[in-house]
């Protein structure tokens, strides 16, 4: 008896052990798991944060340029730069726009080995594209302007809202935004079939930019529009914008892909994204939408707009008017015509005003202060040329002496065309909030934030019950909220970095019950465990912050001055955190963020001296430019480069001189700072390498480029084991000790890029794989002279 006593003890015994390790796996593995969506909730807010900060950076330019166009008077140079972005309604019948895009001058060569076109097109001929451009092949100009041309004929009749129906043998398919990723769209037709009559799609704007393939999705889609034009619907959404392109990637790919018609490709590009429909709304129950919606959204004046006026979202078109006078030229007076809506449209910071009398969004219009005919805007120009006023300050004395003698009837058309472009702006660029109420989207710098409350009073009052729209990166491609009447749909897989996400498409059949789809479009991610693909994605993640603040440097020294009182070089890492949150603006969680970020800290003080050298912030490497100078172009690099692009108007890739002095004098404008006269020359200079008068754009953003400084040593002594193999004399190397390289230097850097690109760029997220897996820090430089 005893001994059947002593058994039970024994194994009650180890039942408790065994319990006792259970919990503490248990308790382990759930502190684990909490850990690592720790990380990955803060890797996604860097990368969104980063993402919705750019967007700002470019409206607020955008604006700052409408200012200069609206305000300036023509004499002026830097608006003779710019005025041409803003020709947005250039007095053309259709007829002579389908002249200038003619391609029938335009030969294709024996040579030329991709797909031949012959319209009408035909399923077969849609597929063959498909196939053609999976095989990297390129569509030949002819052939570009041509189903472009077809396209926009067949856009132009379309209305304002698709109307789409299902029946019990169909499921409609819709799709996310895209932004230039080929291979997402070729895996959606291999999962769900191509379109056809049994398989009708919906895409939902964002076709183009970030990604590397932007033309080539939008050919694929115009070319089943063509064949299928009863079962393709597409969208606009906010990157269908001809001013986003110019930062995001899509017009400087169009103009490296053909180089010889490209002008005329993008000029086509921008009508056609004008036309497209806004919104499609599928059995009078479901509406597809880019952006959002707002409180003031109504389907009912949406159908009416003139869509085709607002070439630019970001912008209110500008008004007509019939009777013009003949002494000027119809691009003369489209040159004069001052955009009564922009006057104090700026997106400075300040308190808003009550709801009333604030129109809900960032993007203000201020038209009842400023509003006129054309005869009398003509009038103030000859008073001008006649007095020679060609200061900003007596032209805007003018503009108000005549505002008060503005005609009612265009006070009122004003009104009208304003309270359409706030419908379309909201369309466009509008987020989901949990809170009830309808507020500016201060973060993105364009359209609203708009609650549950808002979204239940507009499906009652058009009697819907699902919204579904695009314009977020969702983690599972998809996401629902607003008591799951809202449903946010993101079609491009890993679109901060590998890994970072699944794309998803979604099927409605006559029940209108969503049927989710999820992927992910590269083979990379496949073979990474969870713990892996976060750690993967955190590295680059914190290695674009690294770059943000390696980039802020002086402002940042500047803060942490001002918590270092006596000068001793020593912050706490409290006052570390608040200082980078009040220069960077990007609303992270710092101290969650610091373990990754500081490393080195004695007595929970940081010497922020040492931290930059951790950063790899050294002495500059060019004597002759002003490192501040250098500093601040590598912080607006992206910024700089917008404004490249548009002061080419011939889209060269090559700008002059005096040209580059204007763009640096507008940027300076602009950041409201002084860049002088002699730190210009000097960078001028500098980057003119090969002493043709004339600057590559390219190559002079190539040298404000941020490398991993471990993989750039990595390459450079590979580099040279090779030469000592092969017996070549090899030189000495400068000191590495370079904050900023000069452009001269990075030209030299141009053949060695391709594994050092930045971490958005497609291409090096592949060569980037291997070695972001194991490391956790990465110290950042811009490229050091060889």
Known sequence: MGCGVTKTSEFNKRCDRAMKAAVLIQRWYRQYVARMEMRRRYTWNIFQSMEYSDL???????????????????????????????????????????????????????????????????????????????????????????????????????????????????????????????????????????????????????????GKDSIEILLILFAFLLVHPGDVYLNRGNHEDHIINLRYGFTKEVLGKYKMHGKRILKLLQKIFSWLPLVTVIDHRVLVVHGGISDTTDLGLIARVDRHRYVSALRPPKKKNASRSNLYTDTAINEMIFCKNRRGSLTFPKQFGSRDSFQRRSLQDFSSTVARTVEEELEVRRRQAEFSLSSFSMSHRNLNSLSSESDPDSSENTETSNEEWKQILDLLWSDPMSQDGCIPNEIRGGGCYWGPDVTEDFLNRHNLQLIIRSHECKQDGYEFCHNRKVLTLFSASNYYDVGSNRGAFVRLGPDLVPYFVQYQATSMTRGLSFPQSVKRTEHTALKVLREQLFAHKSQLIS???????????????????????????????????????????????????????????????????????????????????????????????????????????????????????????????????????SIDIDEFMEAFRLVDRTRLESSRSLQMFKQENQDQPQEEETQQTADYASPQTAVSQNADSAGQQTADSPDSQAADSAGSQTEDTCHNSLVPPQ
């Not at 002759?624 to 108007?649: G, K």
């Not at 950041?671 to 002493?691: F, G, P, Q, Y």
């Open 559 to 693: 803060a942490f001055q001002e918590f270092d009182k006596e000068k001793t070089g020593l912050i706490s890492l409290n006052n570390w955190a608040s200082a980078v949150e009040q220069v960077l603006h990007l609303d992270l969680p710092w101290r969650v963020l610091r373990p990754q970020l500081v490393s080195d800290t004695t007595d929970s003080m940081l010497n922020y001296y040492c931290w930059f050298r951790d950063l790899a912030l050294k002495k500059p490497s060019s004597e002759n430019v002003e490192q501040t100078l250098l500093e601040t172009l590598y912080r607006h690099r992206s910024t700089l480069e917008t404004i490249f692009r548009i002061v080419d108007t011939d889209n060269s890739g090559l700008i002059s001189f005096e040209d580059f002095r204007q763009t640096l004098k507008l940027l300076s404008a602009y950041l409201k700072m002084e860049i002088s006269d002699e730190a210009i020359n000097d960078l001028v200079i500098s980057t003119d390498t090969n002493n043709d008068g």
């Open 56 to 210: 700002q950076d470019q409206i607020k330019l955008y604006n700052f340029l409408g200012y200069l166009v609206d305000n300036f008077t023509p004499s002026s140079s830097e608006r003779n730069l710019i005025s041409h972005i803003f020709r947005e309604n250039e007095v053309c019948r259709d007829a002579e726009w389908e002249r200038y895009f003619s391609y029938t001058n335009i030969d294709v060569p024996d040579i030329y080995s991709g797909p031949r076109l012959t319209f009408p097109l035909d399923m077969d001929q849609a597929a063959d594209l498909v196939e053609a451009f999976k095989n990297k092949q390129q569509l030949h100009s002819r052939y570009v302007l041509q189903l472009l041309l077809e396209t926009w004929k067949l856009l132009r009749v379309l209305p304002n809202i698709n109307r789409v129906s299902t029946c019990h043998s169909k499921e409609i398919t819709i799709c996310g935004d895209l932004h230039g990723q080929l291979e997402d769209l070729l895996l959606i037709f291999y999962k769900n079939g191509m379109p056809s009559l049994e398989k009708p799609y919906v895409f939902n704007g964002d076709y183009v930019d970030r």
